[in-house]
């Protein structure tokens, strides 16, 4: 079982839509959770971070944990086509003191006008 | 405050050949880690370093590769004897002491072993 799962897609959503983005874990420890945004041919962008249970906002975006579930999500609302592009997430593991990364495969999206 | 950066941003080279690829990491960054990402996939991490100290090394990291930070800011990766398993887009990231799991990368070097 992979560390990280992402629905590899395509996404595809209207401009104007909320886009809907979802990530499951498997160590139950894990303790922080990123999405980054990556385009075609280049390298990943940190778009957000979240260490608690709850709802983060920041401008257009939302990140979703639920540790009890292992489950993290990213809400783009207002999506435009400039968001098109791929979304990974990542997990830093239990007991990681060093900051290693787990990354998903990646979930690509497509905003249509 | 420049970001990450990589050089060179392409290398094409013959199977058997060796290359070395430089990061050099956002300024104060004490932490800077590599990366491999192959087409439709996730970054792999590769190695990680707190200052000069080679701190963790994954087991995709073979004998064939090698990383360097001598003076805790820029550093080397080396992959000798090429094989085109090695294509692929070598990214290194960097954090602060203050926000350690908060990696900002840089803009890779795609590598193609022909």
């Known amino acids: 079982q992979k560390e990280v799962e992402q629905n590899s897609g395509p996404l595809s959503v209207p401009e104007g839509a909320i886009a809907s983005l979802n990530c499951t874990y498997s160590?139950?420890?894990?303790?922080?959770f990123f999405w980054y945004r990556q385009y075609s041919g280049k390298s990943p962008e940190l778009i957000m971070f979240?260490?608690?249970?709850g709802d983060k906002e920041d401008g257009r975006f939302t990140a979703q944990l639920n540790k009890a579930s292992q489950y993290v999500s990213l809400l783009i609302r207002d999506s435009q086509p400039s968001d098109s592009a791929t979304y990974l997430c990542a997990v830093v593991n239990r007991g990681s003191t060093l900051g290693r990364l787990y990354f998903g495969r990646g979930t690509q999206l497509t905003v249509w006008p | 405050d420049t970001g990450v950066s990589q050089n060179p941003r392409h290398k094409i080279t013959k199977r058997g050949q060796n290359v070395t690829f430089r990061c050099d990491p956002i300024?104060?960054?004490?932490?800077l880690y590599w990366y491999r990402q192959t087409l439709g996939q996730g970054p792999e991490f590769l190695t990680y370093f707190q200052n000069e100290a080679q701190l963790e090394k994954s087991r995709l990291l073979s004998d064939r590769f090698s990383a360097e930070r001598p003076k805790g800011s820029f550093s080397t990766l080396e992959i000798q004897r090429t094989e085109q398993g090695d294509s692929a887009m070598y990214l290194c990231?960097?954090?602060?002491?203050?926000?350690?799991?908060?990696?900002?990368f840089g803009p890779g070097t795609r590598l193609t072993v022909t």
């Open positions: 300024s104060e960054h004490n932490r």
């Open positions: 979240i260490y608690s249970n």
């Open positions: 160590d139950r420890g894990s303790q922080s």
């Open positions: 990231a960097s954090s602060s002491r203050d926000a350690v799991y908060e990696q900002y």
